[in-house]
């Protein structure tokens, strides 16, 4: 494209001058047919054919180059060795071939995407990859009822899978975790009012502790509750003891994510609240544990699903039985994840498989309960009114 150079100029041909007395010059845009079509901008939708192409490419030509040089070339035999060379040569290959098209920005653009959508990959694979060995190592007492709904009494290591179950272990885990959110519901939420509402200095003190019991080891939530309940009140190894270690576990974590949830209420409903001089408990218990709902759900699941699978702190605190426990303070109760302990380190291969069926179902329960926090903490769909019919629309069909 080039320019065509036009002046102003009156009837008669003078120039006209402007308002400061210069004269201007004013040049018209002219297209060249024989000038290169320009280049077209890289857009920020989705990515063209021939862009989609480049990237498949680099990635296959990385792929077979690696497969030459450490199975053929290289004494670098082994899976590893050839995908840590295909990673490699994938970046190599991939900012190659965008350097040909491409600015400096696209290379980087380009080379961040592989290994974030590399590191993406590995972690699902790994996730992949430990659920199905599970459910293959236990699939064949899954397909037994009485594995659901029978406990283990009177059952030896080598009977057979139509005899026996883990239905003990699924109710005292139910137990466990009744007793344990009874006790961290009303103070996870009450210490996540106490640090938003109330605030203050102390309030800091309590959220620097919170985070910090956020990242507590679990033995040292059972022995802490070993040595409390059981050792310095001689309170017996119970399915209550375990509640409580499952409750140190769970509490941090539903304060932590309660707090975050009621610091994004709007602070305009607590002044309208106020405003209309309601005092402020009354706007916590009718404004904003309202409002934040959602969340807060969402914060119970989450701190049931941290306490639905803790070993050590039940391990301490509970035991080991075989049959029905519906006492948690009389003698010892069992859990899935004791269930699974206890199976995976015996040394008969029938207890092993029962130990990855219970895996398996506790892998489903974590699964749903993480769902479940999901459709709870999604925002309501607004559905968009559907306008009023008019008097005239209304006796259209009247009168057809």
């Known amino acids: 494209m080039t320019s065509t150079q036009v002046r102003r100029t009156d009837v008669n041909g003078a120039r006209i001058p402007d308002r400061s007395g210069r004269t201007r010059t004013t040049y018209l845009p002219h297209l060249d047919p024989a000038a290169a079509p320009p280049v077209p901008r890289p857009g920020l939708g989705r990515p063209t054919a021939e862009e989609r192409f480049t990237v498949v490419g680099a990635w296959v030509s990385a792929f077979a180059l690696a497969w030459l040089l450490t199975q053929r070339i290289l004494p670098l035999g082994g899976p590893a060795w050839l995908l840590v060379a295909w990673f490699g040569l994938g970046l190599l290959m991939s900012a190659v071939t965008t350097s040909m098209t491409g600015r400096r920005v696209d290379v980087v653009d380009r080379v961040v995407a592989g290994i974030v959508t590399s590191g993406a990959l590995v972690v699902g694979a790994a996730l992949v990859s430990t659920v199905v060995f599970v459910v293959y190592r236990g699939w064949e007492p899954l397909l037994h009822l009485n594995f659901f709904v029978d406990d283990m009494a009177g059952v030896g290591p080598r009977d057979p899978f139509d005899r026996g179950g883990i239905g003990h272990a699924i109710l005292g885990s139910a137990i466990e ?5 009874a006790v961290t519901l009303p103070l996870g939420i009450g210490t996540a009012v106490f640090m938003t509402e109330v605030g203050g200095r102390f309030a800091v003190v309590v959220r620097t ?7 507590l080891p679990s033995i040292v939530a059972g022995l802490f509750v070993y040595t409390v309940l059981i050792v310095a009140l001689g309170f017996p190894r119970s399915g209550f003891a375990a509640a ?11 304060a932590r994510a309660a707090d975050v949830v009621l610091r994004v209420v709007p602070g305009g409903l607590r002044e309208a609240s106020l405003a209309l001089g309601a005092s402020r408990w009354r706007t916590v218990w009718h404004v ?9 759900a969402t914060a119970l699941i989450l701190g049931v699903a941290r306490g639905i699978g803790e070993t050590s702190p039940v391990l301490l605190t509970s035991g080991v039985a075989t049959f029905f426990v519906t006492d948690p303070t009389d003698g010892v109760m069992n859990s899935l994840p004791l269930f699974i302990f206890k199976g995976a380190r015996s040394p008969e291969p029938m207890d092993i498989e029962r130990a990855f069926a219970a895996a398996t179902v506790l892998l489903v329960l974590v699964l749903v309960l993480f769902v479940i926090a999901r459709l709870v903490a999604r925002p309501p769909r607004a559905r968009a009114p559907r306008p009023a019919r008019t008097p005239r629309a209304k006796r259209a069909p009247e009168e057809s």
């Open 177 to 181: 975790l009744g007793i344990a959110i």
């Open 209 to 215: 502790i919170v985070e910090a019991m956020t990242a």
């Open 244 to 254: 409580m270690a499952l409750s140190v576990m769970m509490l941090p974590i539903i």
């Open 288 to 296: 904003v544990l309202p409002t934040a709902r959602p969340g807060l």
